[in-house]
């Protein structure tokens, strides 16, 4: 097989950062050459400060052409929309509070996220987050999450995911096993949960069996190591994590995929050749490559996916493996609405600035040590 199909086998696996606003000419030649399944937007794809009629224009002409170089018809069109500090969109998207602060608003507030997700073209919203915020000290998850016990945690997600559903956009539980203890961010640094399965079974995984059981569609893995489970390599990189813990354990049959590669908790792992066979072995079925790194040039990006071709002709990753992946990754392409690219009107946007100020009036418990 020539090299540059073997390179694009792996988009079939990838899920790609743009640079910009507009495509530059590596974003073109990725888009191209690899042909990336899909494509995660973040707030400097998007032309902040401009009129709404501004932005949505330029923006529909980046996902237009994102289609047009990627000759994909079918794509994941994604965004990392939870609300809170986790918004990538301009005004007038509306801006939801936390999670942790939607309570019995969470599915009508899901619905309403949905609706303006998929009048941006998008078709798959990174979330709801399944973790729990055990751990006041942790400085990523917070009131991302939906609370603080597995109980208001779990009604939260699943509430949340329920109205993703009913809007029409994919969701994806996150970050499994569970993120909520940490004392670390897996942006900067690789944070170490010392939890032993049973612990798990107690708490962290009791949101994830809750989503699986409604048959949610994506599971997001975390950068963390957990020593007791598995000591050498992180949720990611680890069989005992994602099959026998989500796939045997709790029975997830959807597709696995990873947080993004170029998170500082994993991101120099990428560096070593085996690392992408590692991931695909453990269970991981889609990667997701920001290209948010200073670091993370577009050879970067060629450098992984060489690493995978490499590893499937050299036979460390079973060309079964990446077959299954990908019937798993089709088969919900395929069931995959594509959405256009057009404006909502002013009363729609309205009603979901009234809901998004009702929900600061929601009832909340913060941990004790959060004062």
Known sequence: MPAFQELQRFGHHLILGLSGTTLN???KRVLSELKPVGVIFFGKNFQMGKPYEVWLQTFKELSDQVRQYSERESMFMTLDHEGGTVVRTPLPITRFPHAYLLGEL????????????????INVSWSP?????SNPLNPIIGPRAFGITPQTATQGARDYYLGLRESGILGCGKHFPGHGD???????????LNL???ELRSRE?????SLINEQIPFIMTAHILFPQI???VPATLSPTILQTLLRKELGFEGVVVSDDLDMKAISERLTQSGTVAQAFQAGCDLLIVSRNLPSSSIERTYAIAQDFADSLSNGSLDESVIEAAKTRIEKLLNGTPQYSVHALDQDTLV???KLAIACSFQPAVLPETMG
Do not use: N
């Open 205 to 209: 995984l009791i949101p994830f069996q």
């Open 351 to 353: 009603q979901h600035a």
């Open 230 to 232: 598995d000591p050498d």
């Open 196 to 198: 032993t399965v049973e």
């Open 182 to 192: 940490t004392s670390q961010d897996s942006h900067l640094e690789l944070p170490i």
């Open 106 to 121: 969470a599915r009508e507030v899901a619905q309403a996220t949905g609706l303006e997700l998929k009048s941006l073209g």
């Open 129 to 133: 987050v399944a973790d729990i915020f």
């Open 25 to 27: 000419d590596d974003d």
